[in-house]
């Protein structure tokens, strides 16, 4: 503990407050060198932060009186130092939904955002951040969004997608609405969830504000549209007619009628203060996915599944025009702010400009690599926000059609968008359960990550545990150095997903396998592509090698194994008897049998010189999903999406027992160094210890919020890592079942592992990152 920590807890109360009050009294007296001083030192932002009367929020408050007249007028005040302060404010504001939740991950948070700037008094702040006592997960690079780009804000509540979004006319709040089937009202300067509203009975898709900012307007798939208040949640009427899920809303200008589209094919006019259903709009052939309304109030856009746009007259419900071009379903459309021109977005990857008065195609907008979900304009008309299931936002200048800028941050499909009055900020909504509030005129120089361009799908360690092997969705494999995370060559050449790798005995070479249905072994030094192994049908799912490094066993979805020489690429014999795709391999430690595990609920032991199915083990009642042997080779140990693990006797072929526990699917298994027992992973958000011996479930380890993806043990097996759909990293002690520290990152975690010196850590996500960690004061 420093010495200003220690002084710090033997204060009483009120001393400690005139401490933590103490940036904004330098404030007043214009005492620029001690504010500063205070607003740079890690052991007060950390006091501050964990102290009751004051906390994040607070403490992001104290730096915002550097525009303070007196600091002003100081003849000390330093715009370099200026700088290092928003900088500061800008860690902590990105990591204000982590730290509300823990506090223990301060310094965790301030080193993964911000150890690459080469700033003094920030290098020196984590350098005393480093030094605390407490167990704690320490990034050895910058592996998370710093502060300076587009991304100012991250708001989490929802348990569930989150669907749409809006604003209030003073651009204080926003609503939105999620899977979960609520709405929430959040405070955009704090990221406060000030209001949940229920009462729909399904997942809510739309919301749309009164032109007054007092009362709100939600769609669900439950078929109804409901109107709360938004000062006290009430739930004031509720709209039926639809005959199908409501999918989109919208407010004439006046307030006084509110338009609704639904996948029953049609479009709904409803008097807002009644209720009443005034009018339906036939004419779609298919879903119709959004509604936006001409700026005179008179007529209305509509987007749809059948690929088309239409033109309504709103008095007369009068199909005035449709819109041909779109090569998929049209999900989102806004109207320029003069109302002569359109903007859809569609599955087809693009975005559309077209002329409302001529139904004339003027542009298409090129850039996306899936799916475009929403789109809003800029308050002047000039450019255009997208949101996209390749989970980033685009602005686009709306003349011109160029791509000026890509916003990335989220970890899954962005579903909707919306711009603050000013023009100057945007809200993203998401598929990863936030919203985001980004910054449109910051962020032309944002930090790129040395990293995939899609999910981690597997880590690999060298045998010295210098460097790691990382495959990836984005159809490649990454060399890195594990002391400095440095990005040390890309493995070119697969033409599809990479599911897994195997590293030589020697080290010296990788095994890959893909969904492009191949293997290719890469020479670890110089990157090449030494040999492609051609003969499965679909997609190889596992890779195992020989004790010898001289064969190499894959699994695949075309329901075999086979058994490759290493050398002459040679397919020396085919598995067949699996009747479902394999998901799973295993070699016993002599080499000469493998087990497979596959989705037709059975493991298969194999011979492995002559190709004979030695025995079938039944028991599990749905896919098996992960296998282990034990280190003498006598048992196996089995992972199941019938949520449970078998222990199995490899010499006498019997199944010895099942370890029940488990609430969900199990996904992942590792065994203590003893041999003596086992630890589960699971999508009930646990990992489980097991006693082989007794079948006795000795601990659960609870704390994760989401899906338990990957397990890995320390060396000495005293310790265990566990990865999360819920963005976390989790190291435990395996004896007490203590969470010993916690790692947040941006994205969920889809692996992990642990260096042979039992300190590193390696970890990928479902963004493409590949996260270097290290286990201090442990």
């Not at 109360?13 to 890690?42: C, H, M, N």
Request: aromatic share 6%; hydrophobic share 35%; net charge negative.
């Amino acid at each position: 503990m420093s010495s200003f920590a220690e002084k710090f807890a033997q204060l009483s109360l009120s001393d400690q407050r005139t401490i933590l009050i103490d940036p904004r009294v330098k404030a007043k007296i214009g005492k620029w060198k001690p504010f500063y001083k205070r607003l740079t030192d890690f052991d007060f932002i950390n006091a501050k932060i964990n102290h009751s009367d004051f906390g994040v929020q607070s403490l992001i408050e104290d730096y915002d009186l550097i525009n303070d007249s007196e600091l002003l007028n100081n003849p000390k005040y330093n715009p370099e130092q200026v700088k290092t302060l928003k900088l500061i404010q800008g860690a902590l504001r990105l990591s204000t939904h982590i730290l509300v939740k823990d506090k223990m991950q301060l310094a965790g948070q301030l080193w993964g955002r911000m150890q690459h700037f080469a700033v003094p008094e920030i290098q020196a702040m984590l350098e005393v951040a480093k030094q605390q006592v407490l167990p704690w997960l320490r990034p050895l690079t910058s592996n998370l969004i710093s502060p300076g780009g587009s991304l100012l804000l991250t708001l989490t509540g929802h348990s569930d997608r989150v669907t749409a979004v809006a604003l209030t006319p003073d651009g204080k709040r926003v609503i939105s609405a999620s899977n979960d089937r609520t709405l929430k009202l959040w405070n955009l300067e704090t990221g406060e969830d000030e209001r949940t509203f229920n009462g729909h009975s399904d997942r809510v898709t739309a919301v749309a504000l009164t032109p007054d900012g007092k009362r709100v307007i939600s769609a669900s798939n439950d078929r109804t549209l409901k109107l709360w208040n938004l000062e006290t949640g009430e739930d004031e009427r509720t709209f039926n007619g639809h005959s199908d899920s409501v999918t989109a809303v919208a407010l004439t200008p006046d307030g006084k009628w509110v338009i609704s589209a639904s996948n029953d094919n049609t479009l709904k006019l409803w008097n807002l203060e009644t209720g009443e259903d005034e009018r339906t709009f036939n004419g779609h052939s298919d879903s119709v996915t959004a509604v936006a309304l001409t700026p005179d109030g008179k007529r209305v856009i509509s987007a749809s599944d059948d690929r088309t746009l239409k033109l309504w007259n709103l008095e007369t419900g009068e199909d005035e025009r449709t819109f041909n071009g779109h090569s998929n379903s049209v999900t989102a459309v806004a109207l320029t702010p003069d109302g002569k021109r359109v903007i859809s977005a569609s599955l087809d990857n693009t975005l559309k400009l077209w002329n409302l008065e001529t139904g004339q195609h003027e542009r298409t907008f090129n850039g996306h690599s899936n799916s475009v979900r929403a789109v809003a304009l800029t308050p002047n008309g000039k450019r255009v926000i997208s949101a996209s299931n390749d989970r980033t936002l685009k602005l686009w200048n709306l003349e011109t059609g160029e791509d000026e800028r890509t916003f990335n941050g989220h970890s899954d499909w962005v579903r909707a968008v919306a711009l603050t009055l000013d023009g100057k900020r945007v809200i993203s909504a998401s598929n990863d359960n936030t919203l985001k509030l980004w910054n449109l005129e910051t962020g032309q120089h944002e930090r790129t990550f040395n990293g995939h361009s899609d999910r981690v799908t597997a880590v690999a360690l060298t045998l010295d545990g210098k460097q790691v092997i990382s495959a990836s969705n984005d159809n490649t494999l990454k060399l890195w150095n594990l002391e400095t995370g440095e990005d040390e060559r890309t493995f070119n050449g697969h033409s599809r997903v990479v599911t897994a790798v195997a590293l030589t005995p020697d080290g010296k070479r990788v095994i890959s396998a893909s969904n492009d249905r191949t293997l290719k072994l890469w020479n670890l030094e110089t990157g090449e592509d030494e040999r492609t192994f051609n003969g499965h049908s679909d997609s190889v799912t596992a890779v195992a090698l020989t004790p010898d490094g001289k064969r190499v066993i894959s699994a695949s979805d075309d329901r075999t194994l086979k058994l490759w020489n290493l050398e002459t690429g040679e397919d020396e014999r085919t598995f067949n008897g699996h009747s479902d795709s394999v998901t799973a391999v295993a070699l016993t430690p002599d080499g000469k049998r493998v087990i497979s595990a596959s989705d037709d609920r059975t493991l298969k032991l194999w011979n492995l010189e002559t190709g004979e199915d030695e025995r079938t083990f039944n028991g599990h009642s749905d896919s098996v999903t992960a296998v282990a042997l034990t280190p003498d080779g006598k048992r196996v140990i089995s992972a199941s999406l019938d949520n449970t693990l078998k222990l199995w006797n490899l010499k006498t072929r019997q199944h010895e027992r099942t370890f029940n526990g488990h609430s969900d699917w199990v996904r992942a298994v590792a065994l203590t160094p003893d041999d003596k027992r086992v630890i589960s992973a699971s999508d009930d958000r646990t990992l489980k210890l097991w006693n082989l011996e007794t079948v006795q479930h000795e601990r659960t380890f609870n704390d994760h919020s989401d899906s338990v993806t990957a397990v890995a043990l320390t060396p000495d097996g005293k310790r265990v890592i566990s990865a999360s759909l819920d963005n976390t990293l989790k190291l435990w002690n395996l004896e007490t079942g203590e969470e010993i520290a916690t790692f947040t990152g941006e994205a969920p975690f889809s692996c992990c592992a642990v260096a042979p010196d039992g300190v590193a850590i390696v970890a990928g996500d479902s963004s493409g990152r590949v996260h270097f960690l290290r286990l201090e004061n442990v």
